[in-house]
Every structure is written in C-alpha cells, then in structure tokens.
C-alpha cells in the first residue's frame, strides 16, 4: 500500500500542524506527513515540525509570485505530494499554482484549509475575534477547498461554536482552537482510512 503523501503549510505558532503531525503517527502505512512548509523565517512551527522529526523547507517570498511558488511546486514534484494541508499559512495560491497541482492529480483540488468561522461569514484574518466582538450567537470552524479567493472554496465541513459574552474572547479562542485540532485530524483520518478519495500525483 502507497501511503497518502501529505504536505503542510503554515505560517505561524503552529498548533494545527502539529495536531496533523501527532495524529499522522497513528497512520504511518496509510499515510505521511513529508514536510512542513513555511514562508517565514521566524515561524515557531518550523522548529516545532523539527524537534517532532518532520522534514522543514523555508521558502520565502523574496523575488516574484511566480517564481515563489515555482519553488514550492518544485517540492511539491520532489515528493510527490498527494494533499497540501494549510494550517495557518497567511498567503493565497494563485490560480496557476494550484492548476498545476490539480493537473498532477488528474484534475482532481487535493488543497485544503481550515479557517476559524462558519463560512463564508468572516473570511481573512482576526475571524474569532471579529465574530465574538459582533455578538453573533455562533461562529465555527470550516475545512474547504482552496481555489483562488479568500476563504471561498467548496466547503467539505463545518461545526459550530455557540458565543458566550459571559467567556472572555481568550477562552472562547481557545475553544475554536480546540474544535480545529479536532475536526482538521478527523480529516486526516478520513485521508488514510480512504473515506476521502486521494487521486495519487500523476505527473513527472
């Protein structure tokens, strides 16, 4: 059996990474998690992805869009990467890049991203907060698709969160935080016990 071959990218503390690295140990046929990727030097989730025995490629934005994702892609073809898992990466693939991954997987969008509200209410960043800080009686988390928007793709699934103005804005993060790791290493269980269909990469 080909285990699902799984790259991660993310920008920052980490902490949905590392729930997708910790889960993946119990899966080690069925699936791996082949690198964390990440477009910041200073990012903890890089050194955190290190000490947990995960491979770690930098690759920051210092020239042009297409030649940054060029480089990315270059891994993506090294490894033969089956899925990319956004986990807090804070830049938006274009078009062309994920045409190109599509393309190596037989047409088929094995990009996802987990985003901390019931979409497509708030999209971007500070979503937790901004929820809270409205006073709507719900927000969630989703897992989609990626395409070329901001939080736009096809939604695979959503869980909700009821907002208390009783809990501080700390504690209610903390929850949706929790309901990420939960819901995003579920995901990853459906990728190695094949409830979701993993087109192989296809391309040379």
């Given at each position: 059996?080909?285990?699902?071959?799984?790259?991660?990218?993310?920008?920052?503390?980490?902490?949905?990474?590392?729930a997708l690295?910790?889960?993946?140990?119990?899966?080690?046929?069925?699936?791996?998690?082949?690198?964390?990727?990440?477009?910041?030097?200073?990012?903890?989730?890089?050194?955190?992805?290190?000490?947990?025995?995960?491979?770690?490629?930098?690759?920051?934005?210092?020239?042009?869009?297409?030649?940054?994702?060029?480089?990315?892609?270059?891994?993506?073809?090294?490894?033969?990467?089956?899925?990319?898992?956004?986990?807090?990466?804070?830049?938006?693939?274009?078009?062309?890049?994920?045409?190109?991954?599509?393309?190596?997987?037989?047409?088929?969008?094995?990009?996802?991203?987990?985003?901390?509200?019931?979409?497509?209410?708030?999209?971007?960043?500070?979503?937790?907060?901004?929820?809270?800080?409205?006073?709507?009686?719900l927000t969630?988390?989703?897992?989609?698709?990626?395409?070329e928007g901001?939080?736009?793709?096809?939604?695979?699934?959503?869980?909700?969160?009821?907002?208390?103005?009783?809990?501080?804005?700390?504690?209610?993060?903390?929850?949706?935080?929790?309901?990420?790791?939960?819901?995003?290493?579920?995901?990853?269980?459906?990728?190695?016990?094949?409830?979701?269909?993993?087109?192989?990469?296809?391309?040379?």
């Open positions: 059996m080909t285990p699902v071959r799984v790259a991660i990218f993310a920008s920052g503390t980490g902490s949905n990474a590392m690295i910790h889960k993946a140990r119990e899966y080690t046929r069925e699936l791996e998690i082949c690198f964390v990727l990440s477009d910041k030097a200073t990012a903890p989730v890089l050194e955190k992805a290190r000490a947990a025995g995960v491979r770690t490629h930098l690759v920051e934005k210092k020239g042009d869009r297409a030649s940054h994702e060029q480089m990315i892609l270059n891994l993506i073809q090294e490894y033969r990467i089956d899925w990319i898992c956004l986990a807090g990466y804070m830049r938006l693939l274009s078009p062309s890049f994920l045409k190109q991954v599509s393309e190596w997987h037989s047409g088929a969008s094995q990009v996802v991203n987990i985003h901390p509200s019931l979409l497509p209410a708030y999209p971007g960043v500070d979503s937790i907060a901004r929820a809270y800080n409205d006073g709507v009686p969630g988390v989703s897992i989609h698709l990626v395409d901001m939080d736009t793709g096809l939604i695979l699934a959503q869980e909700s969160l009821a907002i208390s103005k009783d809990e501080p804005l700390e504690a209610f993060t903390q929850r949706v935080h929790q309901l990420e790791h939960r819901m995003y290493t579920s995901f990853l269980e459906d990728l190695a016990d094949g409830r979701r269909k993993t087109v192989p990469f296809m391309g040379e």
